[in-house]
């Protein structure tokens, strides 16, 4: 016979609400210790200064835009949405989503005077995903920060490229990618570096 269960005498359509209660929770463990953990070029962030990040996925329409920080830390329920809208479109797969990556985002946008959404063309990647497009083209790294949730390539409408790329490299928050080509900036939380595809 099989123990007793906190899932016994629950109705079946409350268990989605425990299980979404229960990433909910992890998010706000993991926002916390990203709030302690804050990089030396997040700490020149305003604590007590709400911030907004304004996302507008290309790929599924969805779009983001709400205060992810307010009050001296993270708000689980609205990374949680932004990490939904930065899912692995192909897939459907999420990752926790570094909240220092839309820290960055926040504070480009600062630099850049401008309330656009970043038009997000990859954020979260799965491996699965990411092995398929390395299988295409050489410029996609094996392990990605896409991979991990700290990663994100985008644009900003009436911003010129180049523009985008010198905020972010300013910043010296992570990788920046550069691809002309392309279209995209890629800015990541890993460690600084810089480089010009195509």
Excluded: C
Aim: hydrophobic share 40%; aromatic share 8%; glycine share 10%.
């Amino acid at each position: 016979m099989l123990p007793p269960s906190i899932f016994d005498g629950l109705e079946s359509n409350a268990l989605p609400n425990l299980v979404r209660r229960r990433e909910l929770l992890t998010f706000g463990a993991a926002a916390g210790l990203a709030a302690i953990a804050a990089p030396a070029w997040a700490q020149t962030l305003d604590i007590w200064e709400p911030r907004r990040a304004v996302l507008d996925n290309l790929h599924t329409g969805e779009r983001f835009s709400e205060v992810y920080y307010a009050n001296g830390s993270y708000l689980p329920d609205a990374l949680a949405e932004a990490t939904r809208v930065m899912r692995d479109w192909r897939t459907g797969d999420e990752h926790f989503i570094d909240p220092s990556l839309f820290d960055a985002l926040h504070a480009i946008g600062g630099k850049l005077e401008t309330a656009q959404p970043f038009q997000v063309i990859s954020g979260y990647r799965s491996p699965r995903t990411n092995a398929m497009l390395r299988s295409r083209s050489s410029g996609v790294a094996e392990h990605s920060q896409h991979t991990i949730g700290k990663a994100i390539d985008v644009r900003l409408e009436g911003v010129e490229l180049s523009r985008l790329r010198d905020a972010a490299v300013a910043l010296g928050a992570g990788g920046v990618g550069y691809y002309p080509v392309s279209n995209f900036v890629h800015v990541d939380t890993g460690r600084v570096r810089q480089w010009r595809g195509a």
